[in-house]
């Protein structure tokens, strides 16, 4: 493994056991917790709101000995810090000028680098922190400095940005998260790409999940990491029972959450993928027109720190990255996931024949592969959809020189049992005579060879539309698109593309859902085909079918010889790349360690290498195909429509991407 940076940056939350006002005891705690936090990798280990005195310390704020003992224990602390690679943010109160404040501190290698206060103080019902401490809402936008341990250190609303271009991040502290512009928002527009919130947030019956909910909403809409610490159990109980809440959360998903009521001392860990942020952030403009519309409101001073303890690829991640990023791990997540799918697939192509005419008819080649079986599903619903006879769609079978009699054999079942008007037009004479034509030996069984196979299918399926007042709907995914798996101008093209969309490993995904839910079960469609029964038993062997152009001759036992993933590698590795590649940028170093991991175990790092190589060489080299893809449907986040999407020059080249592989 080497040392490259993945771009990710572990963080502990942690809510420590404390006694209440003995700032020593919980010093120590801290640091042992903080210890234990350095040891798991984490390069920022955030802390309780007031953690060093204890929260529910009330009127004891007031006291001179509390106030004196706890800048002694944070004397302790940061001068343990120097040892420890961890930055630590730790809630602490501070006496500046006339006034004390609320503060989360920035404690990193023997130094404070900065102290934040608390902007908006709850005061109200069981809150009463107004009475003791002053907001520093005043203080945003001013270059103010307050003074602990003897040295000045920046004070109010601050950015942390590393000094070798880690993540920038800034603190907000417990209720200034609650409020309709916080502080940590602001932040955001200026950098922060995480954030981190000490908090002393108590339990009643419904908080829990609607704190969770803010944490998870307000990463999204900043489209940040977030990293929630609440003070646990060992507050006082006198009228409040605190909990010690930890949640991490990254751009609306939940990366890690604590257990609730911990008699001990407590931590989560996550790793947040800084660069992720970075680059949903670059695509996402109306970031900087936000942060426009508030120039000026939420003026913070930027202050430089030692680098952070990142991730690099001698790490062990603990965040995991399942292998098929297209499909959800839970089944009813997955079936819901399905459904809407299919639905947005029918919603379009029923658009498209509507605006085509009221007579228009779909036409598909049906090869008895997973597309066009996709493909031929979604027109038979969608005829439903219209009120229409499923003998409106044409179903055209083209047997050829690689065809095996039970591909052919399932096309024609699935045609017979959906009600389609079939057509069988062979293209073996046809394609011969073009040899003939062209002066092709039909012995070398080239890319010539193939193509005008393809080619001619596509004729024929355009003819037969225009014979017939319909439209070509195209079969190809957007696994085929990325790669460029298809022949230019032959199953490349169509007049909708239903598939387009949809990744191959998601594409099985879905007839299987058509089996489960459509065609069985309670939400059965009685008259979805003329046999729901057999039909299941066909599109079930279809599925068990290998993925294959059937261009090349079948083998002497007369199985299919030519399969996809044999000659560009299994589909589930370039979905995989594809996913990360597309919809977050993903540096191919990075993309590569994490496929590593991903897949241990069912291939090893050199191959997904190659692999990897593979994809970046035909992405490039094939992009001229997507530049004129027929139009589709976009289903999920990733899209390669040059119209929407996916803008790229045709002769861009994959040099450096391919350079990054290199060890």
């Known amino acids: ?63 001179e000995e509390l106030y004196r003992s706890q800048l002694d224990a944070l004397a302790e602390l940061v001068a343990e810090s120097a040892a420890l690679k961890s930055a630590l943010i730790v809630g602490a109160f501070l006496r500046v000028e006339n006034h004390l404040y609320n503060c989360a501190l920035l404690v990193q290698r023997g130094e404070i680098h900065g102290a934040v206060p608390k902007f908006f103080l709850p005061n109200t019902k069981e809150f009463y922190e107004a009475r003791w401490f002053a907001s520093g809402a005043a203080l945003a936008g001013r270059r103010t400095r307050a003074v602990a341990l003897g040295r000045e250190i920046p004070f109010g609303s601050l950015l942390f940005r590393d000094a070798a271009d880690g993540p920038a991040f800034g603190m907000e502290l417990c209720e200034d998260l609650w409020m309709p512009v916080s502080p940590g928002a602001l932040l955001s527009l200026s950098g922060a790409l995480i954030l981190f919130n000490p908090s002393a947030s108590n339990e009643v019956v419904g908080k829990p999940a609607f704190r969770r909910a803010l944490v998870l909403q307000d990463s999204a809409k900043n489209i940040c990491g977030y990293v929630y610490a609440s003070a646990g159990v060992h507050e006082s109980t006198t009228d409040l029972v605190f909990g010690g809440h930890d949640i991490i959360a990254e751009n609306g998903v939940p990366l890690a959450e604590s257990e609730r009521f911990a008699r001990e001392s407590a931590m989560i860990l996550a790793d947040i993928d800084y660069e992720k942020l970075r680059f949903e952030r670059s695509q996402t403009k109306a970031m900087a027109d936000c942060a426009a519309a508030f120039a000026g409101r939420g003026d913070c001073e930027t ?57 228009t008819r779909p036409v598909v080649g049906v090869s008895g592969g997973l597309d066009s079986t996709l493909a031929l599903l979604v027109c038979a619903e969608t005829l439903k959809l219209l009120g229409r006879p499923p003998s409106d769609m044409i179903a055209v079978t083209m047997p050829g020189f690689g065809t095996t009699e039970g591909t052919r054999a399932n096309a024609v079942e699935l045609t017979r049992l959906l009600g389609a008007d079939p057509r069988e037009i062979p293209i073996g004479d046809t394609v011969l005579k073009h040899f003939d034509d062209i002066g092709h030996d039909p012995v070398v069984r080239d890319r010539t060879y193939e193509n005008a196979q393809a080619r001619m299918r596509t004729m024929i399926l355009m003819d037969v539309a225009n014979l017939a007042g319909g439209i070509v709907v195209g079969t190809g995914d957007l696994s085929e698109a990325a790669l460029g798996w298809s022949t230019y101008n032959g199953d490349h093209i169509s007049m909708y593309g239903v598939n387009a969309g949809i990744p191959k490993t998601l594409v099985r995904f879905v007839i299987a859902w058509v089996t489960e839910h459509r065609l069985a079960g309670e939400t059965e469609e009685k008259d979805f085909s003329s046999d729901n029964a057999r039909l299941v038993c066909t599109l ?62 069912d291939y090893d790092r050199e191959t997904i290498r190659r692999l990897l190589a593979v994809f970046y060489k035909r992405f490039f080299s094939q992009q001229f195909k997507r530049s004129c893809v027929p139009d589709g449907p976009k289903v999920g986040t990733v899209s390669l429509s040059p119209r929407g999407d996916w803008r790229m020059p045709s002769d861009a080249a994959a040099r450096i991407w391919l350079a990054d592989l290199e060890v």
């Open 540 to 601: 079930k062997r279809i599925l068990d079918t290998p993925i294959s152009p059937e261009l090349l001759p079948p083998d002497a036992d007369g199985r299919i010889a030519q399969k996809t993933e044999d000659a560009i590698g299994p589909y589930i590795l370039h979905d995989f790349f594809l996913y990360y590649t597309i919809r977050f940028g993903m540096r191919p170093a990075k993309l590569l360690a994490i496929a590593s991991r991903a897949f241990a175990g």
């Open 1 to 63: 493994m080497s040392d490259k940076n993945l771009g990710m940056l572990r963080v502990a939350a942690i809510t420590p056991r404390l006694r209440l006002a003995d700032t020593k005891y919980n010093a120590r705690e801290i640091l042992r917790c903080a210890r234990k936090a350095e040891a798991a990798g984490a390069g920022v280990a955030l802390f309780p709101e007031l953690c060093l005195t204890g929260y529910s310390c009330g009127d004891l704020f007031y006291q």
């Open 303 to 359: 202050v430089c720190i030692p680098p952070l303890r990142v991730l690099t690829e001698a790490d062990e991640l603990i965040r995991a990255y399942p292998k098929t990023p297209f499909v959800p791990d839970s089944p009813a997540v997955v079936d819901e996931r399905c459904c809407e799918v299919f639905r947005i697939q029918t919603a379009g192509l029923a658009r498209r024949l509507e605006h085509a005419g009221p007579a």
